[in-house]
T-cell receptor
Framework: NAGVTQTPKFQVLKTGQSMTLQCAQD?????MSWYRQDPGMGLRLIHY???????DQGEVPNGYNVSRSTTEDFPLRLLSAAPSQTSVYFC???????????FGSGTRLTVV | GESVGLHLPTLSVQEGDNSIINCAYS??????FIWYKQESGKGPQFIIDIRSNMDKRQGQRVTVLLNKTVKHLSLQIAATQPGDSAVYFCAERTPGGKLIFGQGTELSVKP
C-alpha cells in the first residue's frame, strides 16, 4: 500500500491562477479530508467527503472546490489563487469504522 | 462553533521525564478524541485515540485521559525520549465525521 499520495509536493502560483492538488489513497477508505496548515498553526478543515459522490464543507471552504467521483481520488481545486492561500495542504483518509485519519506528506503551496 | 484548544503552546522536558500535554474541547457530542504527532516537514501521525464513553486508554508509553465533565483531554508520555520531540495535536471527531484540530503543543526533549 502506498497510503495517501499527494501531488505535487511543491507548487508556486501567481495570483489569479487556478490549479488542482491531487490526492489518492489505495486503502479503500470511505472518508477523505483536505486540511491547510499555516506556519505555527494547527490544521484547518477545508472540505471532506464521506464517500464517492458526497462532499461537504469544513471550517475554511471559501476559494476551494472538491469532487469525489471515485473512492480513491479526492482532488482539491483552487479557483483563483490568492496570497492568503499560501499554506501547506494535507489530504487524509480513514475507513468508515475507524477513528484516526492517515495523512499524506503534504503539498507546499506558495502564491505570489 | 466547534473548537479544540490547547492550554500550553510549548513544553520542554528532560529526557527520561514524563510529559503531559493538555487540551480543551468544546463539542460535547464528539464521539472520538485523537492525538497526533507531527514532525517537521511531515504530515500528522496518529498516536492514540479514545472513545467518548471511556475515560482512559493506554498505549505503548502513552496514555490518554478524557474528562467529559470539564471537557478536557490529556496525553501522557512516559520516559520521554529525544525522538518524542515534535508538535502534538489533539483532535475531536464531531457528529457527521468532521475531524477538528486544536492549535498544537511543541514538545522539546532535552538530553
Amino acid at each position: 500500500n502506498a497510503g495517501v499520495t499527494q501531488t505535487p509536493k511543491f507548487q508556486v502560483l501567481k495570483t489569479g491562477q487556478s490549479m488542482t492538488l491531487q490526492c489518492a489513497q489505495d486503502m479503500n477508505h470511505e472518508y477523505m479530508s483536505w486540511y491547510r496548515q499555516d506556519p505555527g498553526m494547527g490544521l484547518r478543515l477545508i472540505h471532506y467527503s464521506v464517500g464517492a459522490g458526497i462532499t461537504d464543507q469544513g471550517e475554511v471552504p471559501n476559494g476551494y472546490n472538491v469532487s469525489r467521483s471515485t473512492t480513491e481520488d479526492f482532488p482539491l481545486r483552487l479557483l483563483s489563487a490568492a496570497p492568503s492561500q499560501t499554506s501547506v495542504y494535507f489530504c487524509a483518509s480513514r475507513p468508515q469504522g475507524g477513528s484516526g485519519y492517515t495523512f499524506g506528506s503534504g503539498t507546499r503551496l506558495t502564491v505570489v | 462553533g466547534e473548537s479544540v484548544g490547547l492550554h500550553l503552546p510549548t513544553l520542554s522536558v528532560q529526557e527520561g521525564d514524563n510529559s503531559i500535554i493538555n487540551c480543551a474541547y468544546s463539542n460535547s457530542a464528539s464521539d472520538y478524541f485523537i492525538w497526533y504527532k507531527q514532525e517537521s516537514g511531515k504530515g500528522p501521525q496518529f498516536i492514540i485515540d479514545i472513545r467518548s464513553n471511556m475515560d482512559k486508554r493506554q498505549g505503548q508509553r502513552v496514555t490518554v485521559l478524557l474528562n467529559k465533565t470539564v471537557k478536557h483531554l490529556s496525553l501522557q508520555i512516559a520516559a520521554t525520549q529525544p525522538g518524542d520531540s515534535a508538535v502534538y495535536f489533539c483532535a475531536e471527531r464531531t457528529p457527521g465525521g468532521k475531524l477538528i484540530f486544536g492549535q498544537g503543543t511543541e514538545l522539546s526533549v532535552k538530553p
